[in-house]
């Protein structure tokens, strides 16, 4: 199985930061790798697929870049409403797919 | 706009067997352009893949999984569903569905139900 790692585990940051999370590959998965945002208690929510690529209806201060085994999610300028977990996923041809062990952004 | 949403047992003795359901509406399961999948998510834990069905039945799973799981389609009511055969206190977990969205390779899970909680105890 492609495992997927997340840095960091957690962060804390203030409204208005720019924050960056980034997610590792144990090999190559090209471009095929999601984001989302999961809140408390919630089903997580599609933010980025294909490393850049912006779902719609998704605010633009999200952004996702990256290819082969390192890929990076950055919120530009951190909101209230941002405070969730982050989850990376891998969709490679490959199966299983599977996900980062998430990153936790909380308020500083 | 498509919704899931998963209905079944929250409690399941070890040993047995658990089937839960995902209702789809808003949209045709038979629509060629999605695949229909689970995951779950232990409490406090990350996300595992399940697995995931096409509207014609042809399936893929988790290898982790595979022995015990199976998902099926009813396109007549427009669901699918997950059984998981022998379960143990390791398969407690919030069980989603979700649409498997993309394309040309491209695969993301766009559309999921609320989560259901799903205890193993005697």
């Known amino acids: 199985d492609i495992q997927m790692t997340q840095s960091p585990s957690s962060l804390s940051a203030s409204v208005g930061d720019r924050v960056t999370i980034t997610c590792r590959a144990t090999?190559?998965?090209?471009?095929?790798l999601n984001w989302y945002q999961q809140k408390l208690g919630k089903a997580p929510k599609l933010l980025i697929y294909a490393a850049s690529s912006l779902q719609r209806g998704v605010p633009s201060r999200f952004s996702g870049s990256g290819s082969g085994t390192d890929f990076t999610l950055t919120i530009s300028s951190l909101q209230p409403e941002d405070f969730a977990t982050y989850f990376c996923q891998q969709t490679y041809s490959t199966l299983p797919f599977t996900f980062g062990g998430g990153t936790k952004v909380e308020i500083k | 706009q498509v919704q899931l949403q998963e209905s079944g047992p929250g409690l399941v003795k070890p040993s047995q067997t658990l089937s839960l359901t995902c209702n789809v509406s808003g949209g045709s399961i038979t629509s060629g352009d999605y695949y229909w999948s689970w995951i779950r998510q232990p409490p406090g834990k990350g996300l595992e893949w399940i697995g995931y069905i096409y509207y014609s039945g042809s399936t893929n799973y988790n290898p982790s999984l595979k022995s015990r799981v199976t998902i099926s389609v009813d396109t007549s009511k427009n669901q699918f569903s997950l059984k998981l055969s022998s379960v143990t206190a390791a398969d407690a977990a919030v069980y989603y569905c979700a649409r498997v969205g993309g394309g040309y390779g491209v695969n993301y899970f766009d559309y999921w139900g609320q989560g259901t909680l799903v205890t193993v105890s005697s």
């Open positions: 090999q190559t998965i090209s471009s095929y």
